[in-house]
Nanobody, 115 residues
Framework: QVQLVESGGGLVQPGGSRRLSCAAS????????VGWYRQAPGKQREMVAV???????NYANSVKGRFIISRDNVKKTVYLQMNTLKPEDTAVYYC?????????WGQGTQVTVSS
């Protein structure tokens, strides 16, 4: 079983930066990919960035060049460095893992980009 806990959300001014963390518990962390998703009010949840077990990354077009996903297998943590934030990045950000035919989600962390 995998448990995911996100942290690092908050209020950020447009153009600012924020780093989110997703801490995982349980075994097998180095064996699975981890994704960041977000959901804005009234919108569907969407993929933001994914990092494979080998460190290969994939980004949504809307965040490419601004966000960086990384992982630390020793700390069992995945990070999302968000730069040049825009108001449209405002959303609840969730951590996601698919492992052994089970999908796991964290509780989410709110990011609000506003002046």
């Amino acid at each position: 079983q995998v448990q995911l806990v996100e942290s690092g959300g908050g209020l950020v001014q447009p153009g600012g930066s924020r780093r989110l963390s997703c801490a995982a518990s349980g075994s097998g962390f180095s064996n699975y990919a981890v994704g960041w998703y977000r959901q804005a009010p009234g919108k569907q949840r969407e993929m933001v960035a994914v990092i494979s077990r080998y460190g290969i990354t994939n980004y949504a077009n809307s965040v490419k060049g601004r966000f960086i996903i990384s992982r630390d297998n020793v700390k069992k943590t995945v990070y999302l460095q968000m730069n040049t934030l825009k108001p449209e990045d405002t959303a609840v950000y969730y951590c996601n893992v698919d492992y052994r035919a089970t999908t796991y989600w964290g509780q989410g962390t709110q990011v609000t980009v506003s002046s």
